[in-house]
């Protein structure tokens, strides 16, 4: 099925196996694994100039992930988890960046990647079975697969506020920020957002700039990483454990290598519940949501305790009652926004140089060219922050003109929210594959693991095809209604749906309220997913 590349005539397009999109964890991952595991000829194409996706484009102060180190990562070779020195628990965006880079080269992956290009449309070819790939500098290609790699959280969101493009300052939306710094020491900077990104950078601008004023329109929990370097001794004990610690991020809800506490929040008492909260605490990380109790997400009773816990530990790190109380989030669940892991959020609103400002009850009326306006006040800014996150989980597919078969666009399939078959394929779109895509845990999972299942996934999925001399797969629209059926069933057992979240598509205004995540965790999905394989792929249709 191979065709050479570069072995075409004058004027002819170039016929690949695959084209993949984005070159994040997920784009490289999928080239590897289709180019040196299975022999594939594979062109993959990136918007930005290097390798790394979201941990590309985010080079904001603090950004740094929130899962740790040596399980936010590849596990497909253990060479590779051999080799690689983590330096702690949370590393900053340098040295994911870092990390990224080594894979590309030690598995020799750029010289199959096209950097600095858009891709602008795809069209799928009904006769032949191919994608039509076209870039935004008018290369064409043609290919068997089209496979999504764009990240969930990949298109910035600059919110449309009146005045925006006035502002005579220097304004930033932090997932692209230069990569040079912004040098805010002595400034006045603004910030906007209060999501993990906001939380993250709040701390590392107030230690730098003249004064920081956070816009906030919804606090936020968070809980605090408690970042530590590694000792060489432990380097050596999680390189002893490996494979145990990435076979458990396999099997757990939430693709980490732990469980959450069998017993439910109402079970214990009080003072048990309070010590079991204390514990996770002060351990700190996701694990205060992941390695909690296990109802914290499903009995609103258990979860308003677990709420009021975090706002007392607001309460007892700001020094002013009423900018605690503004601090306090009331109106979601723990954890029905995509909750934030901090180094010294809360305690940066002591400093004398960071003020908040409640844009809830006096919302922002404009940008002007000496900073912000808000329904009660002016404010001079010298830098203005966008830390106002993203078109999430569609965001980015969509700026992609896709035409499925008959000419079906993507844009249409989904105007009333994203519809898919186990967030992997979508009816009406033959040979198309999204890696993490709407309708599978992708965000509510570690996303190394829920990436690797997918390109583990999909390539068994073309090695299946290759077998049987079959060309075509499409998800069948009743196989994927019942899916979406199913994802919208089971966040009903959930609090996600309850904040106007990035996972409902409630940040954008406009985007239809839809639960994108499968809610039902990724044990159940893996489970899902591997019947319908044992099941002879029920619900796609193969051609040949
Ligand atoms: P998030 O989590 O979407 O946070 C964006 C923040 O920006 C949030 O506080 C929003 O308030 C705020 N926002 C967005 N638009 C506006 C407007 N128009 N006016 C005022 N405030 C606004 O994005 P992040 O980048 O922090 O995090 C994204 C993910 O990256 C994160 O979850 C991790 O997975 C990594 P709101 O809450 O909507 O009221």
């Not at 002595?186 to 209060?194: A, E, H, L, N, Q």
Request: charged residues 25%; hydrophobic residues 35%; proline residues 6%.
């Amino acid at each position: 099925m191979s065709a050479q590349k570069g072995n075409r005539g004058e004027g002819e397009t170039r016929q690949l196996d695959a084209v993949i999109i984005g070159a994040g964890f997920s784009g490289l991952y999928a080239l590897y694994k289709l180019r040196d595991v299975m022999g594939m000829d594979v062109q993959v194409y990136e918007t930005a100039d290097g390798v790394g996706g979201a941990w590309y484009w985010n080079r904001y102060p603090g950004s740094r992930c929130d899962s740790e180190s040596y399980y936010y990562c590849f596990s497909f070779s253990e060479e590779l988890a051999q080799e690689w020195e983590w330096s702690g628990k949370y590393p900053e965006q340098p040295e994911i960046e870092r990390y990224l880079n080594h894979v590309a080269d030690r598995f020799d992956l750029r010289r199959d990647i096209q950097f600095s290009t858009r891709v602008a449309s795809a069209r799928f070819d009904d006769a032949a079975n191919c994608w039509e790939v076209c870039t935004e500098q008018g290369e064409r290609v043609r290919a068997r697969y089209l496979i999504s790699a764009v990240g969930c959280l990949s298109a910035a969101n600059l919110p449309d506020i009146p005045g925006r493009d006035s502002f005579q300052g220097e304004a930033y939306h932090t997932a692209a920020w230069p990569r040079e710094g912004v040098d805010v020491k002595g400034k006045r900077v603004g910030i906007i957002g209060t999501g993990s990104t906001g939380i993250q950078a709040t701390p590392r601008i107030a230690a730098e700039a003249a004064h920081l004023t956070v816009f906030q329109r919804t606090p936020n929990f968070t809980v605090p990483a408690r970042h530590t370097l590694f000792a060489p001794e432990d380097q050596a004990e999680i390189k002893k454990n490996y494979s145990a610690i990435f076979e458990r991020t396999r099997r757990s809800p939430a693709g980490f290598p732990y469980f959450p506490i069998e017993r439910k929040t109402l079970d214990v008492s009080a003072e048990e519940r309070q010590q079991i909260l204390e514990e996770l605490w002060e351990e700190g990380g996701f694990k205060f949501l992941w390695g909690g109790f296990s109802d914290m997400m499903t009995d609103p009773a258990a979860n308003a305790l677990v709420s009021e816990f975090i706002r007392n530990k607001i309460r007892a790190s700001v020094n002013d009652p009423e900018t605690a109380e503004l601090l306090c989030p009331t109106d979601h669940p723990y954890g029905s926004k995509r909750p934030p892991i901090d180094s010294d959020y809360y305690v940066s609103f002591n400093r004398d140089n960071v003020s908040l400002v409640d844009i809830r009850s006096a919302p922002i009326e404009a940008i002007t060219p000496m900073g912000l306006r808000t329904q009660d006040a002016e404010y001079e800014l010298d830098v203005l922050v966008f830390a106002t996150g993203f078109d999430a989980m569609t965001g980015a597919l969509l700026k992609i003109d896709i035409q499925g078969a008959g000419g079906r666009k993507l844009a249409d399939a989904w105007a009333e929210g994203p519809r898919s078959y186990l967030g992997l394929q979508v009816a009406g779109f033959p040979n198309l594959f999204t890696i993490t895509g709407p309708g599978s845990p992708s965000v509510l999972v570690n996303m190394p693991v829920s990436i690797e299942h997918h390109v583990d996934w999909i390539s068994d999925c073309i090695e299946r095809m290759r077998e049987r001399g079959e060309t075509r797969i499409e998800a069948t629209e009743a196989a994927q209604d019942a899916w979406v059926e199913h994802v919208a069933e089971v966040s009903k057992m959930t609090l996600i749906g309850q904040a106007d979240s990035w996972y409902v598509g409630a940040n954008i205004p406009g985007k239809p309220r839809v639960v994108m995540p499968y809610t039902g965790g990724q044990p159940l999905y893996r489970e899902r997913v591997e019947a319908v394989v044992n099941a002879d792929y029920e619900g796609f249709e193969f051609r040949a």
